[in-house]
């Protein structure tokens, strides 16, 4: 349990957060299977990334780990070994879903296990294609929870019309297709972040995109490489909103990763009247990076739905808490995929944030949020539910909160954001 900064009067300064944790896990995986050594700087050693490299190291890769710079040692397209041991994902369902698609490419067996949430989330939209494709996989439900065995190799390759938005059904698919002779082709429903088909590119593979639909041949050689990781906007967000909402504020976050599959979270800023700008804007033909600036704004409510929501998915909980600071009624839909999130967000945000007085209902896919409310706290105690993201929404809502709190399993925060409570506090303290 932690007691919560509450009622912080300014938030001033320059921070730089950490790397990107979806790029983070993709730079191990494609380091693993290309061949020669591939540097990764500015790696996010979060619990999440370190489970990635904990399960590939089970594999006979040798990583070498220094804080943020990483050295994988890659054992090319067909050289992973089969693992003595359990895999174990922690609490990453990235790890766990691209893991699959690269073990289905795999003639070995191996077993997957991860925590309590894990447990609970839904792996069936990744072992149903990839038994199509020919993987053996097994598991509670028939394969759709962990703990997970599954024996790989010899696959066909798919033309998948995959039902949801999701980056990761979309990579799993795509890295076995990699290890696949044909091509493998993945069409979704609305775009989802691009990071697996930019980074083949960067390893030296190739990668059509077409609208909706992404292909890949199978059995390319990739050659490792120097990856540099932006800072994580999914990170950055939580300063974002802060800015916006905390009186006499203004933020600098240097070197934020602007891939326009990401920045769904700014055009809503934006769209709220939030006082934001983009400045420095480079790199942009790998992953673009850019320093945001943010002040304190007067908000107003807005809609968030459609081909937005896989833009800002992860950033729907701190959303629902700048839409408490907001004038008038927001409406957050088309957005079920929070429930199958760490921990089903819908239900998480509206419960934690009804014990600050929040005015904030649950729909079947979203949720209506009515502001301007000021959040009040006499002593209650907030739940993070073990969920990184809920954890640090509600450490930015103390921060305009009246009043005494205490945040319940705070730890769940290292997963993405390991330094989070010192960056809050060197804003805290500059004038
Ligand atoms: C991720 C994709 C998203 C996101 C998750 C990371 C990725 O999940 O919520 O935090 O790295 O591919 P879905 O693909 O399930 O939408």
Redesign the pocket.
């Known amino acids: 349990m932690q007691l919560l900064r509450t009622n912080v009067p300014s938030l001033r300064g320059t921070i730089q957060v950490p790397g990107d ?2 790029i983070s ?2 730079a191990v995986m494609l380091g693993a299977i290309a061949n020669g050594t591939t540097t990764i700087a500015n790696f996010l050693a979060g619990e999440d990334c370190l489970s990635t490299i904990d399960c590939f190291r089970k594999m006979g890769v040798a990583i070498t780990q220094n804080g943020t710079d990483v050295i994988v040692e890659g054992k090319g397209i067909e050289g992973l070994k089969e693992p003595t041991e359990i895999l174990n994902v922690g609490n990453s ?2 790890t766990t ?2 893991l699959l698609g690269i073990l289905a490419g795999c003639s070995f067996h191996a077993c997957l296990i991860g925590d309590e949430s894990i447990a609970k989330r839904p792996m069936a939209r990744v072992t149903k294609p990839l038994a199509m494709m020919g993987a053996r996989i097994d598991g509670r439900d028939g394969g759709n929870y962990t703990p997970l065995s599954i024996r790989g190799g010899h696959l066909q390759p798919i033309q998948y019309h995959s039902p ?8 799993a698919i795509l890295l076995a297709g990699l290890m696949t002779d044909g091509t493998t082709t993945v069409t979704e429903p609305v775009k ?2 691009d ?2 088909e930019r980074m083949v590119r960067l390893f030296g593979g190739k990668v059509d995109v077409d609208a909706l639909t992404v292909s890949v041949s199978g059995k390319q050689q990739l050659k490792g490489t120097n990856v540099y990781v932006p800072g994580d906007i ?1 990170s950055a967000a939580f300063f974002l909103v802060a800015g916006a909402i905390v009186p006499d504020s203004e933020i600098v976050l240097q070197n934020v990763g602007l891939n326009p599959t990401r920045t769904g979270i700014l055009d809503v800023l934006q769209q709220m009247g939030a006082d934001v700008a983009i400045e420095n804007i480079r790199n942009e033909d790998t992953e673009p990076i850019g320093d945001i600036m943010i002040r304190t704004s007067a908000l107003k409510a807005t809609e968030i739905g459609g081909a937005l929501i ?1 833009r800002l ?2 950033e729907i909980p701190i959303i629902a808490l700048l839409a408490t600071q907001a004038e008038g009624t927001t409406i957050i839909k088309d957005a079920a ?1 929070l429930k ?2 760490e921990t089903n967000r819908i239900d998480t945000v509206v419960s934690e944030l009804r014990k600050l007085g929040a005015h904030i209902e649950a729909t079947e896919d979203g949720m209506i949020i009515r502001g301007k409310t000021p959040l009040k706290a006499d002593g209650v105690t907030v739940d993070s539910h073990g969920d990184h993201r809920i954890g640090m929404m509600l450490a930015v809502a103390a921060c305009i909160t009246e009043g005494t709190m205490s945040l319940n399993r705070p730890e769940a925060i290292a997963v993405s954001y390991p330094t989070f409570f010192e960056h809050l506090q060197i804003l805290s303290e500059q004038k």
């Open positions: 944790k979806s896990h993709r369902g990235t879903r691209l949801v938005a999701s980056a990761q059904v979309k990579s989802s972040r990071h697996t999914s896989p998915i992860d995929e199958v999130k």
